[in-house]
């Protein structure tokens, strides 16, 4: 039998879960979000330190809330809780350790490609985010420090020398938290933290005049070698310094191979669409993060959802 659904969304995160509530709420039904990972969010579980802050207007964007959704600073976990209560409210199918590998246009509707089979829909909305592929640096890691070199603060532990990469918020949040209970330096390619929020510029300050990060600002790496067990880092002054762990926070990547798989036209390092955010691919379309060239949030993401749901609905 083959499965059918009015509307399939490709990614259970924000933008995601935000597209299925906000379309059901108009009276949609017949939805189905396909997940890769074993739960929802995936990005905030896996990216996001326990007890995280986290703020709406991430990275100072202030963003009105257009649709149903009421979301409001939390930490990761409350913000999980929140996800978990809204998938739950609505009792909407979520189907997760399912992987979508492309997805082909047909006359009717879209085929949805998955291991081992493929389902159908009218309506398809990608939301997989840009943390799939976290940014890597693009010098060569040495295989034998693999394990020393993190982009979550996965496997990070006490008493060591880190060095966090990065400079925006993820990357002072890293630092801030590891500094408790670690030796912690931050190496950043600019000369200040402005860039990240002003919660975020105020912790790295205090952790730096208090001597528990220190700045390496204006910074560049070259080279990473293995020496002693150690990660020996070679800067591009010339100096070199030897760190336990190296923990990058640059970012993601624009999944590509995906898009193109898909049909799907890419310019400047993202998925073109119009102001529905209907790729040129009519009929499927883009929402959250994947629609921004360095990285959306949340609220942004859930506003996507709504214009989409509204769009679709409006088709009848
Ligand atoms: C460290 C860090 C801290 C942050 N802090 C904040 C904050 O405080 N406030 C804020 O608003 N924003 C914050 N952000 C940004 C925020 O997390 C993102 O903007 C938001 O998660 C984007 O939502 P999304 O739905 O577009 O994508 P994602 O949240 O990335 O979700 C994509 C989902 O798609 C799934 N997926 C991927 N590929 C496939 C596939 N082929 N098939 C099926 N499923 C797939 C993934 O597993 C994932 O669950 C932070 C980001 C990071 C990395």
């Not at 829909?121 to 070199?149: E, F, L």
């Not at 060591?160 to 912690?184: F, P």
């Not at 310019?267 to 629609?291: R, S, W």
């Given at each position: 039998?083959?499965?059918?659904?009015?509307?399939?969304?490709?990614?259970?995160?924000?933008?995601?879960?935000?597209?299925?509530?906000?379309?059901?709420?108009?009276?949609?039904?017949?939805?189905?979000?396909?997940?890769?990972?074993?739960?929802?969010?995936?990005?905030?579980?896996?990216?996001?330190?326990?007890?995280?802050?986290?703020?709406?207007?991430?990275?100072?964007?202030?963003?009105?809330?257009?649709?149903?959704?009421?979301?409001?600073?939390?930490?990761?976990?409350?913000?999980?809780?929140?996800?978990?209560?809204?998938?739950?409210?609505?009792?909407?199918?979520?189907?997760?350790?399912?992987?979508?590998?492309?997805?082909?246009?047909?006359?009717?509707?879209?085929?949805?490609?998955?291991?081992?089979?493929s389902i159908f829909a009218t309506h398809v909305v990608v939301t997989i985010g840009r943390m799939g592929k976290p940014n890597k640096p693009d010098y060569k890691i040495p295989?034998?420090?693999?394990?020393?070199?993190?982009?979550?603060?996965?496997?990070?532990?006490?008493?060591?020398?880190?060095?966090?990469?990065?400079?925006?918020?993820?990357?002072?949040?890293?630092?801030?938290?590891?500094?408790?209970?670690?030796?912690?330096?931050?190496?950043?390619?600019?000369?200040?933290?402005?860039?990240?929020?002003?919660?975020?510029?105020?912790?790295?300050?205090?952790?730096?005049?208090?001597?528990?990060?220190?700045?390496?600002?204006?910074?560049?790496?070259?080279?990473?070698?293995?020496?002693?067990?150690?990660?020996?880092?070679?800067?591009?002054?010339?100096?070199?310094?030897?760190?336990?762990?190296?923990?990058?926070?640059?970012?993601?990547?624009?999944?590509?191979?995906?898009?193109?798989?898909?049909?799907?036209?890419?310019?400047?390092?993202?998925?073109?669409?119009?102001?529905?955010?209907?790729?040129?691919?009519?009929?499927?379309?883009?929402?959250?993060?994947?629609?921004?060239?360095?990285?959306?949030?949340?609220?942004?993401?859930?506003?996507?959802?709504?214009?989409?749901?509204?769009?679709?609905?409006?088709?009848?």
């Amino acid at each position: 039998m083959e499965e059918r659904y009015d509307l399939a969304i490709i990614g259970a995160g924000p933008a995601g879960i935000a597209t299925a509530i906000e379309a059901y709420a108009l009276g949609m039904s017949n939805i189905l979000i396909l997940e890769k990972d074993e739960n929802h969010n995936a990005t905030i579980r896996k990216f996001y330190k326990d007890n995280k802050r986290v703020d709406k207007d991430w990275k100072g964007q202030k963003v009105e809330l257009d649709g149903t959704i009421y979301f409001m600073d939390g930490t990761k976990e409350s913000t999980l809780d929140f996800f978990d209560q809204l998938l739950d409210h609505e009792s909407l199918e979520l189907r997760t350790h399912t992987e979508v590998q492309k997805i082909v246009k047909k006359e009717e509707g879209f085929e949805i490609f998955i291991a081992g089979g493929s389902i159908f829909a009218t309506h398809v909305v990608v939301t997989i985010g840009r943390m799939g592929k976290p940014n890597k640096p693009d010098y060569k890691i040495p295989p034998s420090i693999k394990s020393q070199i993190h982009f979550t603060l996965d496997g990070c532990g006490a008493g060591e020398k880190i060095m966090v990469v990065g400079g925006g918020d993820s990357a002072i949040e890293y630092a801030v938290d590891l500094c408790d209970k670690n030796e912690v330096s931050i190496c950043y390619r600019r000369g200040t933290f402005r860039r990240a929020n002003p919660t975020n510029q105020g912790d790295i300050e205090k952790a730096v005049e208090s001597g528990c990060i220190r700045p390496l600002l204006n910074t560049e790496i070259t080279e990473l070698e293995s020496e002693n067990g150690k990660v020996k880092v070679n800067f591009t002054d010339g100096s070199s310094e030897l760190f336990d762990r190296l923990v990058y926070a640059i970012g993601g990547t624009t999944p590509s191979g995906f898009l193109s798989g898909s049909g799907i036209r890419e310019e400047d390092g993202k998925p073109v669409h119009d102001e529905n955010y209907q790729t040129n691919v009519n009929g499927l379309f883009v929402a959250g993060d994947i629609t921004q060239e360095s990285g959306g949030s949340i609220a942004l993401g859930l506003n996507h959802g709504y214009a989409i749901a509204q769009y679709i609905k409006a088709l009848g």
